[in-house]
């Protein structure tokens, strides 16, 4: 204990000396009535009514509990445990925007304790160091303390919760006006005339509305911004229809270094493909690629939930497990060629191009997908007459395919010469200083012979369909950098790559133009602190794996979240076992309050200030605001300040405490300087 006990209303000790409550400056009924309001717009009704009449008992209920410094640190550490508890199992059961409007809505419940705890004590506040462990500290060494009134912030805490429930209409904003208005008038400067201040109230309320109103229009904006901000930070945007380049760019081709795809082998000892496909395009246009013909087909549901059949039954032969996010449920899957089933992602909508591509809608955020394949299986349709076209690029290119003599060729050999050529003849770059030409692909085949992976797969799909090969643009993932934390490998935003498909004997094939230096120069660029960060990300990545598992793993809450609420539970037991509130009535508490100098007339004192607003500040002593009081006072009261200042200050911790004479100075003179006596 150590802060002033106090009662409702005014009284005197049991030694006949006088003291003034100071209780809580919250209208009566309000907390009940705003109790109630959560309840109902919250939807916690059957919460709401008890929580409202223990809020409202204090009132009816004379009897009060002795709590001292030590009793409300426990109960703050009671609601610490219970709020982290509601936290850990809502993140735990819920999706993050649900869970975290669910800490919001029942928020309130896990401070009762210590508001219930302020109501029925006898000081009418909680000392602020409880909710620190620094400030307990500093309290219990230098006797100092901070005292606060909860209600208020508690009452912000029900009107959180009443938020939480995304009310729209005016019943909401109208009673949450109405109780913070009562609130505020309760605190209001005296000084303000009734009208005057209702008017401001009135005004307020009235700019209130308008600025929701102008929220509700410009949300949608808002919050579309920030979805595009988010999936720009958490991987590339592919698009099945257009495939822009950097083609012709000026300065250093910028690539994130984060984590966008973990790949394993769904079977231990397996292999993974070095290649996982997003897209293919097969028209070339003013620097960037597009699909001809956007028709994608519906892939019809199989058995078990979330597995689809892209090609005809066929035994499995290899299959690997990719985990990537979804922005919104929806997108690309990075897959192998020769995929033909997906397991493990349930969704409303699957669809496949006639390129192989498999786009996913209504499906999770996070997905942990199988993908099982054949590797020299057909996942793609046959060559088209779009795949021989040139373009725009027509006459260059030609010109290059013949100098390089890959017209004389047969399609194998054609591929293998100009492979031979970009390796022995070309650079990888990834930074270009000067601005491009109009025609970037003639001066990067004649002159400038360096650039980045989206010029070799563009000047090899091109110079393929010269040479009478069809061809077509591919984009997707290169799999090469191992896993430092478990088995399989990471795929970065570094390792996005682009590549050529060549139709070859009655098949479609990889040519992969870009020089092998291309892998050391990305992996180069990584940042020294990356090692870091890769911690964060596969701790994100286990928990979205084990947030979004599959529905047949997902039956109640995991075992490690009753281990955490039992280990929870326990900690609380052991820290209130032994606590006994004891009752104001109690002779003991008065006599342990007489030996800790809580019977100083200069508590009573100092509360009569307070009630004028000339109170202690929140990191003041009383020996301090004794010589604040005396450097203001006149001369013949500043002295006496100073002295009941050290008086009380040797009364409550000096073990040895005041001799009589001493104790009744500390009395007359507490009552010599009371606020009605020094004003008149």
Not at 24 to 39: D, H, I, Q, T, V
Request: proline share 5%; charged share 25%; hydrophobic share 40%.
């Amino acid at each position: 204990m150590g802060s002033v006990c106090t009662e409702v209303g005014n009284g005197t000790d049991r030694r006949g000396v006088g003291f003034l409550v100071t209780p809580s400056k919250l209208p009566p009924g309000l907390l009940g009535s705003a109790a109630l309001f959560w309840g109902v717009e919250a939807g916690l009704v059957l919460w709401a009514i008890p929580s409202a009449l223990f809020l409202e008992a204090p009132r009816f209920v004379s009897k009060r509990w002795s709590l001292g410094r030590e009793d409300f640190n426990r109960l703050s550490d009671l609601c610490a445990a219970l709020f982290g508890v509601m936290a850990v199992i809502s993140y735990a059961t819920l999706e993050a925007p649900e869970a975290i409007l669910t800490i919001f809505r029942f928020g309130p419940l896990t401070l009762l304790p210590i508001i219930l705890g302020q109501l029925f004590s006898e000081r009418g506040r909680v000392d602020v160091s409880a909710f620190f462990l620094a400030l307990r500290r500093q309290a219990k060494s230098e006797g100092i303390s901070w005292e606060l009134d909860l209600g208020y912030p508690f009452l912000a805490s029900l009107m959180l919760g009443a938020a939480s429930g995304n009310p729209t209409g005016f019943q909401f904003y109208g009673g949450c006006t109405i109780i913070v208005g009562i609130a505020l008038w309760s605190i209001r400067p005296r000084r303000f005339l009734t009208f005057r201040w209702a008017g401001l109230w009135l005004a307020t309320a009235l700019i209130g509305a308008g600025v929701i109103e102008t929220i509700q229009v410009g949300r949608v904006v808002i919050y579309r911004k920030l979805l595009d901000s988010y999936i720009a930070r958490i991987g590339p945007r592919v698009d099945p229809t257009r495939a822009p380049t950097a083609i012709g760019r000026v300065g250093r081709l910028q690539q994130s270094d984060s984590v966008f795809l973990r790949v394993r082998p769904a079977e231990r000892g397996g292999s993974v493909p070095e290649l996982l496909s997003d897209a293919a395009y097969d028209i070339y246009r003013n620097r960037e690629w597009a699909a001809g013909r956007n028709d994608f087909k519906s892939v019809l549901a199989s058995e078990p939930v979330g597995t689809w059949d892209i090609a005809e039954n066929r035994d499995e032969k290899a299959a690997i497990i990719v985990s990537k996010s979804l922005p919104k449920g929806r997108g690309l899957l990075s897959i192998p060629y020769g995929t033909h089933r997906i397991g493990g992602l349930p969704a409303e909508s699957f669809e496949r191009s006639r390129f192989g591509a498999l786009r996913v809608n209504g499906g999770p955020s996070f997905s942990e997908y199988r993908a099982s394949y054949w590797p020299d299986g057909f996942s793609e349709a046959g060559p088209e007459s779009g795949d021989l076209k040139l373009a725009g690029e027509e006459k260059v290119i030609r010109r290059i395919a013949q100098e390089w003599g890959l017209t004389k060729l047969p399609p194998g050999k054609a591929i293998d010469a100009m492979l031979a050529h970009f390796s022995e003849n070309f650079h990888y770059s990834i930074y270009r200083k000067e601005e491009a030409g109009e025609r970037p692909l003639e001066e990067f085949l004649t002159t400038r012979r360096r650039g980045h992976c989206e010029y070799f797969a563009t000047t090899a799909v091109l110079l393929m369909r010269a040479a009478g090969v069809p061809a077509r643009y591919a984009t997707g993932f290169v799999v090469r950098e191992q896993d430092r934390y478990e088995e399989g490998f990471v795929v970065r935003g570094r390792h996005a790559h682009a590549w050529a498909r060549a139709y070859l004997n009655g098949k479609w094939v990889t040519v992969d133009a870009t020089p092998a230096s291309w892998w050391p120069i990305e992996n180069a660029r990584r940042s020294g602190f990356r090692p870091l960060l890769d911690i964060f990300d596969w701790m994100r990545y286990r928990w979205s794996a084990w947030r979004w598992r599959p529905v047949e793993e997902n039956k109640g809450i995991a075992w490690w979240v009753w281990v955490l609420a039992l280990v929870a539970g326990f900690i609380i037991w052991r820290n209130f076992r032994d606590w006994r509130p004891q009752s104001a009535d109690d002779s003991a508490v008065f006599f342990e309050e007489l030996r800790l100098g809580l019977d100083s007339e200069l508590l009573t004192l100092e509360a009569a200030f307070a009630e004028r607003g000339d109170g202690r500040r929140l990191s003041e002593s009383l020996r301090r605001w004794c010589n604040r009081k005396a450097g203001a006072a006149p001369s013949a009261d500043a002295e006496l300040w100073r002295r009941i200042g050290a008086l009380h200050e040797r009364h409550r911790f000096d073990p040895k405490g005041l001799i009589e004479s001493e104790r009744t100075e500390l009395g007359r003179g507490a009552q010599r300087l009371r606020p009605e006596k020094v004003s008149s």
